[in-house]
């Protein structure tokens, strides 16, 4: 079956060793954080000594309850870090880096278009998001359960889901910024730029309350503003993430398929 996608087969062959070194990279991260929270439980008194505003935005204000040690930790702060390297860098090599390198001119070359060549290399970008975001998923509800962190699996898993479609969407943003630009540095700059600074303006618009409204417009606010470890699944930042990946993709298809790359 796979050889009716030929791209996407030779894309995961291609980044296999390194998803793997990614997920063993990650899954020791989590246990390493996971494992501490009995600790910073005990010290809870330690942590009044950070700003209320900083541990606000830092998702630090409730550190000694099991749900808000992992909104801080694991899905505030460690895991979207990791994940969306990840998935920047596996979106910038998808076009930008393969169009500097001279690669994307032999797959060019054969009769497949350049539609279908950017789609394909979402769905490895897609499929190796998705294995990361299962390794979580897992992991973090054997451990929650574990030390005693009184977190449903259900919630867990939604505040993984959520991490995943964060990290997608990035990783979406990197391709379609490399299918415009064709440019590698580029791509990966302006995707970190956006990244880092959405995630400084949810930060502090959550902590003034005449400028709560500007969280709404970045990602990260879709899948951790919602509180999915408290609450459960929010369908709102579901279909708005993956709506968001859906546009971004749709754009740098369309701009990819046009523009004159001299091949």
Request: proline content about 3%; charged content about 15%.
């Amino acid at each position: 079956m796979l050889t009716d996608l030929p791209v996407f087969a030779k894309a995961m062959r291609d980044q296999r060793r390194a998803l793997l070194m990614w997920l063993l990279g990650v899954a020791v991260v989590m246990a390493i954080y996971t494992s501490s929270y009995a600790q910073v439980k005990k010290q809870g008194n330690a942590l009044d000594s950070i700003p209320s505003g900083m541990a606000g935005a830092m998702h630090f204000d409730d550190l000694t309850s099991g749900a808000g040690f992992l909104e801080g930790t694991v899905f505030g702060l460690l895991g979207p870090l990791l994940l969306l390297i990840f998935a920047i860098s596996t979106g910038t090599r998808a076009i930008a880096a393969q169009e500097q390198s001279g690669v994307l001119d032999l797959y060019l070359a054969y009769p497949i278009t350049r539609r279908r060549l950017g789609l394909e290399r979402f769905g490895a970008l897609f499929t190796s998001v998705l294995v990361l975001t299962l390794l979580v998923a897992v992991e973090v509800t054997g451990l929650a359960s574990s030390q005693d962190m009184h977190v449903p699996a259900g919630h867990v898993i939604a505040g993984a889901v959520q991490l995943g479609l964060l990290a997608l969407f990035f990783g979406a943003l990197a391709l379609c910024i490399g299918g415009v630009t064709g440019n590698r540095a580029v791509t990966l700059g302006a995707t970190s730029a956006a990244a880092v600074g959405s995630y400084i303006v949810n930060a502090i618009a959550s902590q003034i309350d005449g400028l709560h409204f500007l969280q709404r417009i970045t990602p990260f606010y879709w899948a951790q503003g919602t509180r999915p470890l408290r609450d459960g699944f929010d369908a709102g930042g579901v279909i708005v993430l993956l709506a968001a990946t859906a546009v971004v993709l749709a754009v740098g298809m369309r701009f990819f398929s046009r523009r004159d790359i001299n091949t």
